[in-house]
């Protein structure tokens, strides 16, 4: 016979799917939004030292809370770390600006190298997700890192040509809202190149 399925709330049990990208959310906004308050009540440097602080601690609750810790936050924690301490260490807001350019050239990088090598980063994080041809995994790669390098380009202008505060706001209010609206308008892309699942066959207890 089937194995019962463990209750809500048994002990050890793994959050849910939606549990998790609810946390996943969390994780990926509450240290700017921290850093936005620091920012305001105090100044750029001392906001700096706080999104470092919140980044690390967000890498661990996802470790704790998660059960891993992705790649992206990985790679987040370090550029905030890094640009952060050079931030301080030089008096020069100048590097923790170029931080949001620094993450999304990588991630362009990683996805252009990635098809060059015959990889599709891509379809390794998102694949279990997601059911797409091989051409759909590679239109849509292609769309994100083109996503990337303009967020990459735009940052720049931000904060070259504007007010400090003003790229506070767009990194906390304008950067997370707009990859969401793109990952939303790639919703018709995914439903023409997704593939037809199996149906389910009657499990034999």
Do not use: C
């Amino acid at each position: 016979m089937s194995a019962p399925l463990p209750k809500d709330g048994d002990a050890g049990s793994p959050p849910a799917a939606d549990s998790k990208q609810l946390a996943k959310m969390v994780l990926d906004l509450a240290p700017l939004l921290i850093f936005f308050a620091a920012y305001m009540a105090s100044n750029i440097y001392v906001a700096t030292g706080v999104l470092m602080a919140a980044t690390v601690i967000s890498m661990i609750v996802s470790r704790l809370w998660l059960g891993h810790i992705s790649a992206t936050l990985v790679l987040t924690t370090v550029l905030v770390v890094g640009f952060g301490a050079l931030t301080l260490w030089l008096n020069d807001p100048r590097f923790i600006k170029m931080k949001p350019t620094m993450v999304n050239l990588l991630f362009a990088i990683a996805l252009g190298g990635g098809l060059l090598t015959g990889r599709n980063f891509l379809k390794l994080l998102l694949g279990q997700a997601f059911q797409l041809t091989e051409e759909g995994w590679r239109k849509l790669t292609y769309r994100w890192i083109a996503f990337f390098l303009a967020m990459a380009v735009l940052n720049e202008i931000v904060w070259r040509n504007f007010s400090e505060a003003t790229w506070a706001s767009f990194k906390v209010f304008g950067i997370l809202p707009l990859t969401i609206v793109f990952a939303m308008l790639q919703v018709g892309l995914m439903q023409r190149h997704g593939l037809e699942k199996p149906k389910d066959t009657p499990a034999i207890d």
